[in-house]
């Protein structure tokens, strides 16, 4: 990945009367300067990617004076327009595992810098390059950025990000193809390469496969240590509601049905029969109990649905809850984890927001949007978040090890 800042082009020689001794020991002068912005960037992007537990690494380099050169002179041989640029002068490659990490990386450098400019090469592949994502983006330096640029230069980092085996792929095939300067005549040979190609596209396809299967795994995990307790205190609250029917009768022997249906719902969910439990849920709901009742259902199938794969079925279930039951904070708690497991951090952080301010006593939600904050490079928030979930539970393991993990982070 490269990272590009941009700075107002203020160089003191104009394009047409720089030659190459003059744009040597131009170079040769500032690229200090510029080795420095793209390690003071480094330096930020770790800063703000470590709370996401993502390994991240990062290659950078300042374009020698041979190779600016070479581009120079072919933009003149194009007669390129005024407005043409070289937009790597200083490029900065950051290297993740898996595919979903560049994602999450890409959200984060949207949030946090102006960007001119995003590139996504993955459709005009030639026998040359990775068959998949391989995204380049552009960003603008700081305002203190006040040093000259070459001709020519866009006053700009150029970003790429890479997966593990995107930038294996690309350390070869430049050795292989781009340095030696020699085609492939060979069918055979391309053949090969194709079939390479298409090898390693496959394996990074799996490999992220295979994380998004331990994630859910572990988000499983979370909604089964959590929710007995919720559904015991959901039948409580179900019984002091006997007279709730939309129908405007408070028919005893259909209240009882309701209960037994709902008791044989909660049970088939503890038993970890998921797929019962939402019929049985759903059976409860065609009864037409009134709304707070209604909402306290929908809640639990969301549950349900949430732990059996169905993310976006369990959404719009915990999207109802809300709706018959604006003060149902549990519901909002349900969603932020929702959009928290699809990365959309800004929604959850306010899902989780509603959740605290309808009932405050909530160490494990304190948790959620601190992770939410610290996944968004929101580092104070998610610590004093971290504080709020141990104020009231001193002994809340889980924030203490999560803060102390931030910390850590902050001073490595």
């Known amino acids: 990945m490269y990272f590009v800042y941009i700075a107002n082009y203020n160089s003191t020689k104009s394009a047409d009367k720089m030659d190459k001794k003059d744009l040597d020991s131009f170079l040769e002068k500032y690229t200090p ?122 006053p700009a980092i150029e970003i790429q990000l890479r997966t593990t085996l995107q930038d294996a792929w690309a350390e070869i095939e430049h050795e292989l193809v781009y340095k030696s300067n020699l085609a492939f005549p060979n069918q055979s040979l391309k053949r090969k390469l194709a079939a390479l190609n298409a090898t390693l596209t496959l394996a990074d396809v799996t490999f992220q496969e295979i994380r998004d299967y331990q994630n859910e795994i572990r988000q499983r995990s979370i909604w089964r240590q959590r929710s007995l307790n919720e559904r015991i205190e959901a039948f409580d609250d179900l019984m002091s ?46 009864l037409n109990p009134g709304e707070h009742i209604r909402s306290i259902i929908y809640n639990h199938r969301g549950m349900a649905r949430y732990v059996m794969g169905h993310i976006n079925k369990a959404e719009d279930d915990f999207k109802k809850a809300i709706e ?14 929702v959009y928290k497991a699809k990365n959309n951090l800004a929604k959850a952080i306010k899902a989780f927001t509603s959740s605290l301010e309808l009932y405050a006593d909530q160490p494990d939600t304190y948790l959620q949007r601190s992770q939410a904050y610290a996944y968004n490079g929101e580092i104070e928030c998610a610590l004093k978040d971290c504080e709020n979930a141990l104020r009231i539970d001193k002994n809340h393991q889980k924030s203490l090890e999560f803060k102390n993990g931030l910390l850590k982070q902050m001073h490595s």
Do not use: C
């Open 324 to 337: 018959y039951d604006y003060q149902n904070y549990r519901a909002y708690l349900n969603l932020g984890m």
């Open 33 to 154: 300067v510029y080795e420095r912005t793209a390690r003071k960037t480094i330096v930020e992007l770790t800063r703000r990617i470590s709370p996401t537990q993502i390994k991240a690494g990062f290659k950078f380099r300042v374009k020698s004076p041979v190779s600016y050169f070479n581009k120079f002179i072919a933009l003149q041989k194009k007669q390129a327009s005024a407005d043409a640029t070289i937009n790597d002068l200083i490029g900065i490659r950051l290297i993740a595992p898996f595919i979903g990490d560049l994602e999450t990386i890409e959200n984060i450098i949207r949030d946090h810098y102006r960007t001119f400019e995003i590139e996504y090469k993955d459709e005009q592949y030639t026998i040359r390059e990775f068959g998949y994502n391989s995204i380049h983006m552009l960003l603008a330096l700081p305002e203190s950025f006040k040093t000259p640029l070459p001709p020519f230069a866009k």
């Open 241 to 286: 509601h006997t007279d709730s029917f939309d129908n405007g009768r408070n028919n005893s022997r259909l209240w009882h049905h309701l209960e037994k249906i709902f008791y044989a719902a909660l049970r088939a969910h503890s038993n970890n029969e998921y797929k019962s439990a939402v019929n049985l849920y759903t059976r409860s709901l065609q």
